[in-house]
T-cell receptor, first 113, second 113 residues
Framework: GENVEQHPSTLSVQEGDSAVIKCTYSDSASNYFPWYKQELGKGPQLIIDIRSNVGEKKDQRIAVTLNKTAKHFSLHITETQPEDSAVYFCAARATGGGNKLTFGTGTQLKVEL | SAVISQKPSRDICQRGTSLTIQCQVDSQVTMMFWYRQQPGQSLTLIATANQGSEATYESGFVIDKFPISRPNLTFSTLTVSNMSPEDSSIYLC??????????FGQGTRLTVV
């Protein structure tokens, strides 16, 4: 089955700096890669996603890149703000796999003033 | 995106008892999933709730412990049976359709004492 690894487990940045979180996946059949933000006491919120026919996608301060050959994808947050502090999860899904998501282990992002 | 309501949002239960968690969606969805998130951990899929048929369970999860119902395309329940402290987790309902985004409810935070 699919295995998703995520790094780093914790990340601390100064407000205004950029943050990068990286994930690798094992199943070459995976073709959909969402990123979720989870704030304390809340459910995961979808913030951006990318499909395997696209190499990069951007939405304001966040962007995701995908390298299918290397089986890795990354989340980039620019101009970080204190409200970006949360746990971020990457995930992967393969068509035909029952639409099930396999999640990474999560990254605790802390944006310091 | 779909609006997902989970009840209860949290509960404290005695060991040996059972708790049923409800998931209501504001629109018909093809697929509904139940995830478990143990304290400080990532999300693990428990099962896919199938409308009109038995749920499909992931390895390590069994129907006797986590019975699931899905009577229609907008509602599902997950029961955590014969609870022990090890069942203390956040239980999350997720919905989606093939090749579309997956959205999560706010979760049910369960503490077993």
């Amino acid at each position: 089955g699919e295995n998703v690894e995520q790094h780093p487990s914790t990340l601390s940045v100064q407000e205004g700096d950029s943050a990068v979180i990286k994930c690798t996946y094992s199943d070459s059949a995976s073709n959909y890669f969402p990123w979720y933000k989870q704030e304390l006491g809340k459910g995961p919120q979808l913030i951006i996603d990318i499909r395997s026919n696209v190499g990069e996608k951007k939405d304001q301060r966040i962007a995701v890149t995908l390298n299918k050959t290397a089986k890795h994808f990354s989340l980039h947050i620019t101009e970080t703000q204190p409200e970006d502090s949360a746990v971020y999860f990457c995930a992967a899904r393969a068509t035909g796999g029952g639409n099930k998501l396999t999640f990474g282990t999560g990254t605790q992002l802390k944006v310091e003033l | 995106s779909a609006v997902i309501s989970q009840k209860p949002s949290r509960d404290i239960c005695q060991r040996g008892t059972s708790l049923t968690i409800q998931c209501q969606v504001d629109s018909q969805v093809t697929m509904m999933f139940w995830y478990r998130q143990q304290p400080g951990q990532s999300l693990t899929l428990i099962a896919t709730a199938n409308q009109g048929s038995e749920a499909t369970y992931e390895s390590g999860f069994v129907i006797d412990k986590f019975p699931i119902s899905r009577p229609n395309l907008t509602f599902s329940t997950l029961t955590v049976s014969n609870m022990s402290p090890e069942d203390s987790s956040i239980y999350l309902c997720s919905v989606g359709s093939p090749n579309t985004e997956a959205f999560f409810g706010q979760g049910t935070r369960l503490t077993v004492v």
